[in-house]
């Protein structure tokens, strides 16, 4: 019998956004943020009378990096050995070392934070790892959220001021998911900081001297914003000193499966022999378009454990959606790349037949039997279509 876990008691509450998670979730569900984070450390003194300001300042940065988000991926971690990936994870790890800032661009859900804490881990592991999703701080807040800001800034401000997220990633990283979000008046300041290495905190009179290393990611085209008007293209071309772009998991077909089967480790509780994927849901998951990515590939796999009832996760355990094939009903949603795709001109049959076959064979570990059960024909017809196409 497949284990079904139990509803989970208690929620998980992000720091970023305040959003409710399911406890075994590392990544916040509406933010995206990472969830894993240290216990705060007791409330201290930071200065004694007489003492300079800047031991203040650094004793209270030591403070903060200590509540900072940890980091729980490495390149080691980062599963893919399609062509793009492992062009994409050879890149980024050849940046990590660099004190440049770099920009992870790629659709929503291809896993930008994992490479951001991947270069996080490998170019400064002792700092802290800081992450603000501008998508998700409302606008009259993302300044004081990401600069900072001192006592009488506004309603409500603490007395003694508060640090901001760069000054918070001190000798660390500091993570911007979704920077095309951010405000055109936000993006003139943060350009400031990142020429100068000096912040000021709203309401602040004076200037901080940073160290930190950016990296931003988004799923926009921040060039074309950018001739739009949308986007500072000073910005740009200082965020994209080193670039990377993340394949979508519709360009990386053949990690579907061992990414589908990690999942499935990850989330089984226990209790009885772990379900496996039978032929023909890996060749649902492999031939579906995947407009969720990553993140939704492990939706569905967590989905499965918990509707399966045998120790084979058959079509019918995945989501609806998979199952008839369909990408979803929101036109808007579909990234613009995967309706291009979508909207090509028709293959001649013999590449559909190629394809089909590829598939098929790639979903069930190249076994003849199988896959001629699949396809409806017979094993010597599929031999023979394998050799005509040159396949094996």
């Given at each position: 019998m497949c284990f079904r876990p139990a509803?989970?008691?208690?929620?998980?509450?992000?720091?970023?956004?305040?959003?409710?998670?399911?406890?075994?979730?590392?990544?916040?569900?509406?933010?995206?943020?990472?969830?894993?984070?240290?216990?705060?450390?007791?409330?201290?003194?930071?200065?004694?009378?007489?003492?300079?300001?800047?031991?203040?300042d650094k004793d209270d940065s030591e403070k903060h990096n200590k509540a900072g988000f940890r980091t729980a991926f490495e390149f080691r971690d980062i599963i893919g050995e399609s062509d793009r990936m492992a062009h994409a994870r050879k890149l980024a790890g050849r940046f990590a070392p660099s004190a440049a800032n770099i920009l992870l661009v790629g659709e929503s859900g291809t896993g930008k934070e994992v490479f951001a804490q991947a270069i996080h881990q490998q170019g400064r592991p002792e700092g802290p790892f800081m992450v603000l999703n501008c998508a998700a701080i409302p606008r009259n807040l993302i300044e004081s959220e990401l600069?900072?800001?001192?006592?009488?800034?506004?309603?409500?401000?603490?007395?003694?001021?508060?640090?901001?997220?760069?000054?918070?990633?001190?000798?660390?990283?500091?993570?911007?998911?979704?920077?095309?979000?951010?405000?055109?008046?936000t993006q003139a300041v943060l350009l400031r900081v990142l020429e100068n290495k000096q912040v000021m905190r709203v309401g602040g009179q004076r200037y901080r001297t940073v160290d930190f290393r950016l990296i931003a990611a988004t799923n926009k085209d921040l060039r074309k914003m950018a001739a739009e008007g949308l986007f500072r293209l000073d910005l740009y071309y200082r965020l994209s000193v080193l670039k990377v772009t993340i394949p979508p998991?519709?360009?990386?077909?053949?990690?579907?499966?061992?990414?589908?089967?990690f999942f499935l480790k990850k989330h089984y509780g226990g209790g009885g022999k772990m379900p496996k994927l039978n032929g023909e849901s890996r060749l649902k998951l492999t031939t579906y378009q995947w407009p969720g990515n990553v993140r939704q590939l492990e939706n569905a796999m967590i989905y499965a454990l918990h509707v399966c009832d045998k120790e084979i996760i058959l079509p019918e355990h995945l989501p609806e959606?998979?199952?008839?094939?369909?990408?979803?009903?929101?036109?808007?949603?579909?990234?613009?790349?995967l309706k291009a795709e979508r909207e090509h001109k028709i293959k001649p049959m013999r590449q559909m037949e190629e394809n089909i076959i590829r598939n098929t064979l790639a979903a069930t570990d190249n076994s003849i039997a199988v896959a001629a059960g699949l396809l409806g024909i017979s094993k010597s017809t599929l031999y023979r279509k394998v050799k005509l196409l040159g396949l094996k």
């Open positions: 509803v989970p008691a208690k929620l998980k509450t992000c720091p970023n956004c305040g959003g409710a998670n399911p406890p075994h979730r590392a990544i916040c569900l509406k933010c995206h943020a990472e969830l894993l984070t240290t216990r705060k450390p007791q409330k201290k003194q930071t200065s004694k009378p007489g003492e300079p300001e800047s031991v203040a600069f900072g800001y001192d006592s009488g800034a506004f309603t409500g401000a603490k007395k003694s001021g508060s640090q901001g997220k760069i000054e918070l990633a001190q000798g660390g990283t500091l993570f911007l998911d979704e920077i095309g979000d951010m405000p055109l008046e998991l519709r360009q990386r077909e053949k990690d579907i499966i061992p990414l589908a089967e959606e998979i199952i008839e094939g369909k990408i979803g009903q929101n036109a808007e949603a579909i990234p613009p790349v």
